[in-house]
């Protein structure tokens, strides 16, 4: 191999190797952009209070005989800005149906959500 052949095979390598590093390091879905770690408790007050309070909401809608099968938006006012929405996990094509999701979410009224699965576990935080 020449030196020209070489040293584009290195660059070749290198270019792989970062890409490589940056996918498995990046938090985020790369198709949505929404965070794909789970929630941590005790790293924010913020996310903290708002988790406990979905928790009491899905208790609140369980006791009441709500359907989760669908994976319903719970409410659309969880705390100012935030939501809480029922997903399956893993999740299936019916919870990215719109009249599944919270509205206030969908249309930028609320930026954050909690999502719960069908059991009331933290799917994720965002």
């Not at 190797?17 to 498995?24: G, K, P, R």
């Not at 198709?31 to 208790?59: H, I, M, R, W």
């Amino acid at each position: 191999m020449t030196f020209k052949s070489n040293l584009i095979l290195l660059t070749l390598i290198v270019i792989l190797t970062v890409s490589a590093i940056a996918v498995l390091t990046d938090r985020h879905n790369p198709l949505t952009g929404v965070p794909t770690e789970s929630y941590k408790p005790g790293l924010s007050p913020e996310l903290d209070q708002a988790v406990n309070q979905a928790s009491e909401v899905f208790e609140e809608k369980k006791k009441l005989g709500v359907d989760f099968s669908d994976g319903p938006c719970l409410t659309n006012d969880l705390l100012p800005n935030w939501v809480v929405d029922l997903a399956h996990n893993p999740r299936l094509e019916i919870d990215d149906l719109p009249e599944n999701q919270c509205q206030a979410f969908l249309e930028g009224r609320a930026k954050h959500f909690v999502e719960l699965d069908l059991n009331g576990k933290v799917v994720r935080v965002y």
